[in-house]
């Protein structure tokens, strides 16, 4: 079955930085875009990044623009999200999330991770 | 960017119940539209792919319809473990964007 786990959150300074994991299991890896999606603590759904099935394409909100990198390696089915200059207002749950689209991306999100909270506070 | 706006913000509803939740695109996004379910400290989970296609294993009881920039989700006799927050988004194009959420309540 299809799996995602993410790791990496925890609390950190602003200003510092900070990378997420996202190991995935149970379907063809390579095959499939994938995206970052976050939620501040009580708030919605905010989607942040996506990266393409083979890594040549990404796209970002323009909340993380410039200081966020998604990048993959397909070797170690793992997902990656660099966050840079850490804001307050980044503090959320980051979810990894699956593109339903083989080769493409469809834009919606068909499995999700479990999430890994980061905290940014001094 | 898309807006997208959900009315209402939350509902008190029973069980068996007819529940509708409304979301509008600020533009036309045809019918790139989806509906997830989220319960307290889960991860969403994705019921309704572009406006009217059933996800993989969700039930009947809810269905999804509109296109262009207004959209419905219904759920037809509300069952317990459908109380739940409601998000609606958008995949038309960069970025993404959600509906501010539908929380619904037991009456």
């Known amino acids: 079955q299809v799996q995602l786990v993410e790791s990496g959150g925890g609390v950190v300074q602003p200003g510092r930085s900070l990378r997420l994991s996202c190991e995935a299991s149970g379907f063809t890896f390579s095959s499939y875009s994938l995206h970052w999606v976050r939620q501040a603590p009580g708030e919605g759904l905010e989607w942040a990044a996506v990266?393409?099935?083979?890594?040549?394409?990404?796209y970002y909100a323009d909340s993380v623009k410039g200081r966020f990198t998604i990048s993959r390696d397909n070797s170690k089915n793992t997902l990656y999200l660099q966050m840079n200059s850490l804001r307050a207002e980044d503090t959320a749950v980051y979810y990894c999330a699956r593109d339903p689209s083989r080769l493409a991306v469809a834009g919606h999100f068909d499995y999700w991770g479990q999430g890994t909270l980061v905290t940014v506070s001094s | 960017d898309i807006q997208m706006t959900q009315s209402p913000s939350s509902l008190s509803a029973s069980v068996g119940d007819r529940v509708t939740i409304t979301c509008r695109a600020s533009q036309s996004i045809s019918a790139y539209l989806n509906w997830y379910q989220q319960k307290p400290g889960k991860a969403p989970k994705l019921l309704i792919y572009d406006a009217s296609s059933l996800q993989s294993g969700v039930p009947s009881r809810f269905s999804g319809s509109g296109s262009g920039t207004d959209f419905t989700l219904t759920i037809t006799s509300l069952q317990p473990e459908d109380f739940a927050t409601y998000y609606c988004?958008?995949?038309?194009?960069?970025?993404?964007?959600f509906g501010q959420g539908t929380k619904v309540e037991i009456k």
């Open positions: 990266i393409s099935y083979d890594g040549s394409d990404t």
């Open positions: 988004q958008q995949s038309d194009s960069t970025p993404f964007t």
